[in-house]
């Protein structure tokens, strides 16, 4: 219940009833466990411009559309998730050619659907997929929504976009439960994890304040932590939940301000120094906080 422009829904609907979430449908056993990954280093969109509410789909097939990055996703495909069924979701119909192109070369099958194909085209290529003789499935905007294959065991996102209903959709072909499936693996070469938060987040809808729009949050991004040895992605803890990969504990840092002595964690240090000033700012709004911050800087 999200609209891309972040306005409300109140105006058409009375009353939201809200169904279990998804962590809830995970431990009921309705859907399969996400496992997600992401790249160590995340993708600089500030250039892309930004059309109706999303990303341009011209300028994001440039940044896409490139043998470094689909050569990452095969690599990881076969890394993480070989042999299972997967679905590419791409930023065009060339950029899904290109992907499923650079699967076969690789000894991967694989095969694009599109909505320029026949419908009896595409029935033949969802045939192969459904019974294996296609393993990879490269789309754009074809099998995002509605599509219901539960022998799907990962999801690749090569597509970054705003929309988090966009972002929910394309994990949720991986999520379905099969028989002899114990997780889904999302192969996130996007950082859509990063910017919407992890599948099995407990998100807010809204109708009031049509509230799953990024752009329109006042809540910062999601924390989340990425494993450095196996590039997991998980929600904060001691040590990664995949590889048991143990984090060091990081020593804290002092910051001295005028008229106080403040202690800092690492992790807001960091913040403090990196972060964009707006969102920097968005929190710390005293003299006290400005000089910290100015401090940091």
């Known amino acids: 219940p999200a609209r891309l422009d972040g ?3 109140g105006n058409i609907f009375d009353t939201m009833i809200q169904g279990p979430s998804t962590e809830e449908l995970i431990q009921k056993g309705f859907l399969a466990r996400p496992v997600t990954y992401a790249p160590p280093e995340k993708i600089n969109l500030n250039h892309i411009k930004v059309r109706m509410g999303d990303y341009a789909s011209d300028e994001l097939d440039r940044e896409m559309d ?14 993480y998730a070989p042999g299972q069924r997967a679905i590419a979701f791409c930023v065009s119909m060339k950029h899904a050619a290109n992907v499923a192109e650079f699967f076969l070369q690789k000894g991967v ?4 659907i599109d909505g320029k194909m026949t419908p009896m085209q595409r029935q033949l290529v969802l045939d192969d997929f459904e019974t294996g003789r296609i393993k990879v499935l490269t789309s754009c905007e074809i099998v995002s929504e509605g599509f219901d294959l539960p022998a799907v065991g990962a999801a690749i996102l090569l597509r970054p976009t705003r929309s988090l209903v966009v972002y929910i959709q394309a994990v949720g072909r991986a999520l379905r439960p099969y028989p002899g499936k114990t997780k889904a693996i999302i192969l996130d070469h996007v950082g859509n994890c990063l910017r919407h938060g992890l599948p099995e987040s407990n998100f807010r809808w809204s109708l009031d304040k049509g509230a ?6 006042k809540d910062p991004p999601p924390a989340l932590r990425r494993c450095p040895m ?3 992605v998980h929600r904060p803890a001691p040590q990664c939940p995949v590889c048991s990969h143990v984090y060091k504990v ?11 002595l403040k202690e800092l964690s690492a992790d807001q240090l960091k913040f403090l120094q990196q ?15 400005l000089a910290k911050v100015a401090k940091a800087r």
């Open 109 to 112: 099958s694989s095969s694009r």
């Open 7 to 9: 306005k409300p829904l």
């Open 250 to 260: 990081q020593e804290r840092k002092l910051v001295q301000v005028p008229g106080e």
């Open 275 to 289: 972060a964009p000033l707006r969102d920097v700012l968005r929190q710390n709004r005293t003299e006290q906080e």
């Open 66 to 79: 490139r043998p470094t990055v689909t050569g990452d996703a095969v690599e990881h495909y076969i890394k």
């Open 212 to 217: 799953m729009d990024q752009r329109k949050k």
């Open 230 to 232: 196996c590039y997991a």
